[in-house]
């Protein structure tokens, strides 16, 4: 049976996922995500924009003297200065990084990315999904110290997950308008090797990304850029060759830092497609637990020719014990309504460090309205939905 997931919905069954042997292995690391004091007011953590619901230029800094700047921002902010956040001192250990990528090709779907958990090491991955048999693969690695980095911005930055055998790598250079990808693993086992040297263009005039950082509880906070960047190169698995095309095939971008709560739990999706009427057509859409106003903050808009128009709280539908089964979505302005048919799944991460969470990628079908009120149709539209808890005692 479906089940409607909203922003208060996932502290059921799937929420009792507690933290175990992760912690034991933690030693003097833990405590984890210690609780922020309630003493202080918001106004002491956070700045606060002028008015909801409006996109602003972006700041130079991510925090000014002292506070986060919350709010939606034209462009991702140059420089993520959280050591001098207030509400992070003693927590700056304790707040999670990552970038990410989901690739679409005709013939394939791909995963990956490099996530710094703080207390963990360095979490890198790669997942293959082939969309003609059904078979998907994944090349996971723990990285650790030195040979592990999520870069600080993507407008100079560098991730990259190295080992001796291993090597992803992801270079930043949004202010020369384009992001690479560079991967080389070997076979392992039935795994087959990957190889790849791709290259994703991101021009801020014809693509808008969505940029806010924003409020999960009084005194959390979620920083988060999403985009679809047109991609071209080569990736090679086991002895195929698969070729990218700039005007057919795109990469969804995803970055995320968070000051996240003791527990938490998130429904997400994303997708996009090429409409030749209307340029790059898409939209992502994410419900949490702790959200203090799904109203008000949220990451869930929708891209027309690439230009951006934010939205209000969504919902989900679905069945969370038979996740292959097909999704719905909706947004409570009545903007979009999608159904999403999941094809392949991969689960990360372990009941034993307090993690529960599946990936899927699928088909989107389904309208959207623009602002002016247009009904645009989703042609199937291939992209990602996922959902997670995360846990302790």
């Not at 996971?140 to 600080?152: E, H, S, Y």
């Not at 808009?301 to 939205?311: E, F, P, R, T």
Request: hydrophobic letters at 35%; charged letters at 25%.
């Amino acid at each position: 049976m479906k089940k409607r997931i909203g922003r208060r919905d996932f502290l059921g069954k799937s929420g009792k996922v507690l933290l175990a042997s992760g912690l034991s292995r933690l030693g003097s690391a833990a405590p984890v995500f210690a609780a922020v004091s309630s003493v202080q007011t918001q106004s002491d953590y956070f700045i606060f924009p002028a008015a909801p619901g409006i996109i602003e230029e972006a700041p130079g800094k991510i925090v000014e003297a002292g506070r986060i700047r919350l709010g939606y921002f034209r462009s991702p902010v140059r420089e993520m200065n959280l050591s001098e956040a207030r509400v992070l001192k003693g927590l700056i250990r304790n707040y999670p990084e990552f970038i990410g990528y989901g690739i679409t090709h005709p013939d394939w779907y791909f995963g990956t990315i490099i996530l710094d958990p703080k207390v963990f090491p360095y979490i890198s991955s790669i997942y293959a999904y082939d969309r003609r048999s059904g078979r998907l693969f994944s090349h996971d690695r723990l990285i650790f110290g030195k040979q592990g980095a999520v870069a600080g911005n993507t407008w100079d930055g560098e991730s990259f997950a190295v080992d001796s055998d291993f090597m992803i790598r992801f270079r930043h250079r949004l202010q020369e308008g384009y992001h690479e990808i560079k991967i080389d693993i070997p076979q392992d086992h039935d795994k087959p090797a990957v190889q790849a040297d791709l290259k994703l263009f991101l021009d801020l005039k014809s693509f808008e990304p969505l940029t806010v950082s924003m409020l999960v509880e009084p005194r959390y906070w979620c920083y988060t850029q999403k985009a679809f960047l047109p991609i071209a190169g080569e990736m090679t698995i086991g002895r195929q060759k698969i070729v990218f095309d700039p005007r057919r095939d795109l990469a969804g971008l995803d970055e995320s830092r968070n000051l996240a709560p003791f527990r938490f739990g998130w429904t997400w999706g994303t997708c996009a497609g090429f409409d030749g009427a209307n340029g790059i057509v898409g939209m992502n859409a994410g419900v949490r637990t702790q959200m203090p106003d799904g109203e008000r903050w949220n990451e869930n808009c929708a891209w027309i020719d690439g230009k951006i128009s934010l939205l209000g709280d969504v919902a989900w539908e679905l069945d969370p014990d038979h996740p292959k089964k097909p999704w719905r979505l909706k947004d409570k302005r009545g903007r979009f309504d999608l159904e999403y048919y999941p094809d392949g799944k991969k689960n990360i991460g372990s009941r034993s460090i307090g993690i529960s969470y599946f990936q899927t990628c699928g088909e989107y079908e389904g309208t959207l309205q623009d602002e002016a009120g247009k009904t645009h149709s989703f042609n199937t539209y291939y992209g990602t939905a996922e959902q997670g808890m995360f846990g302790w005692p």
